[in-house]
């Protein structure tokens, strides 16, 4: 009983924090640097923050390893940093959490190479990308040996294929309750295109969406929207466009509607977070965040938004980092806080900050 006191106390005392620094490389191995960071709040509260350490360098691929550190207070304090994943000098990275409330477990879904991006072949052998799962079944203290889950997911014909970056959802309401669900891109001979896996029994299979976003469209991330639909939120690669596509799923991810590209939120070409802070209750609208440089030119001007209408406006908005700020995630504490995790200072580290639901203000 003493320590679930102390866990209550700490919850009841979590404040708004100052930036401070999460992950921050050297500029030279073994700790180069760090990128795509991804948050996760756990059925019992514990916020789990997720990077790439990239070893030798600052490149996409090469010894790339998945790391995590923990906070038991809302991010006033953090446990030191863990190597969760680490294939040798191969990549292994991009992480993507699932928390699913039917068991408490945290899934976590990471992407394996070997070869750069250019090299990457389709199908299913040593130079193709490989998808696989870890499950925390104790709030993150410790992890299950990664399964690949490739075969079940990807077309042979697909090239490049990972997952997110950002978190997956678990729909809570209608004919697909329960299911988990998280944002995956991949290559076709044409291009990039944006679509979804999901599972109904927990994580144990997995299935693709049979159609995909349109053409261009690649790292992304999807919500619940209050009706029971998904939307799913999706960076531009390859096309001159400098705003965020948007498509939409009625059936819990299996298809995909058609692909529009939202003006209200801008972007030049870079991760974005988008996730369910609440849903409606009563006549309490329910609230959707989203996150992103909010420039149509560069990686600058990192920028909170709200929607209290399920993502048809975004007047809500709060500027977390001005000048130069990268990818970005968004974690929703269990009093409400939103944690924000965010790249900045040239790639060099990874910052963390909180604010409050009542700090977005219409401009």
């Not at 870079?270 to 959707?288: E, I, N, Q, T, Y």
Request: proline share 6%; charged share 25%; aromatic share 8%.
């Amino acid at each position: 009983m003493r320590t679930i006191s102390i866990f209550l106390a700490s919850l009841l005392t979590i404040v708004a924090s100052a930036n401070q620094d999460l992950f921050v490389g050297t500029g030279k191995a073994p700790r180069h640097t760090y990128r795509i960071p991804t948050l996760a709040v756990t059925s019992r509260g514990t916020l789990l923050a997720f990077a790439e350490l990239r070893r030798n360098g600052a490149a996409d691929h090469g010894d790339i390893e998945t790391v995590m550190r923990r906070s038991t207070d809302g991010g006033r304090s953090w446990s030191e940093e863990v190597v969760l994943q680490d294939f040798g000098p191969d990549t292994i990275g991009n992480a993507c959490p699932i928390v699913d409330p039917a068991t408490g477990d945290v899934l976590l879904l990471t992407s394996w190479t070997h070869v750069p991006e250019s090299k990457t072949e389709g199908g299913f052998g040593p130079n193709a990308r490989h998808l696989y799962l870890s499950r925390s079944h104790d709030d993150g203290l410790t992890w299950s040996r990664p399964e690949d889950i490739t075969r079940q997911v990807k077309d042979p014909a697909w090239s490049w294929f990972v997952p997110g970056p950002g978190k997956g959802s678990v729909i809570s309401k209608g004919q697909h309750q329960g299911r988990l669900v998280i944002g995956v891109n991949h290559r076709e001979a044409d291009g990039y295109r944006a679509h979804a896996i999901y599972s109904d029994d927990s994580g144990k299979s997995w299935k693709s969406s049979s159609t995909y976003a349109a053409l261009h469209t690649n790292e992304c991330e999807l919500a619940e929207l209050a009706n029971g639909d998904l939307m799913l939120n999706m960076r531009n690669h390859g096309s001159p466009k400098r705003d965020r596509a948007v498509a939409i799923s009625k059936d819990g991810g299996e298809t995909w509607g058609e692909t529009v590209w939202d003006t209200q939120l801008p972007e030049p070409q870079c991760m974005a977070a988008f996730v369910r802070h609440s849903l409606p209750a009563g006549d309490k609208p329910g609230l959707l965040l989203f996150c992103n440089p909010a420039s149509r030119k560069g990686r600058e001007n990192l920028t909170l938004r709200g929607s209290t209408d399920e993502g048809k406006t975004w007047p809500l908005a709060k500027v977390i980092k001005e000048g130069d700020a990268a990818y970005s995630h968004l974690g929703v504490l269990p009093d409400g806080t939103i944690a924000i995790a965010y790249e900045t200072d040239g790639y060099r580290r990874i910052a963390f900050t909180t604010v409050q639901p009542g700090d977005l203000a219409a401009p």
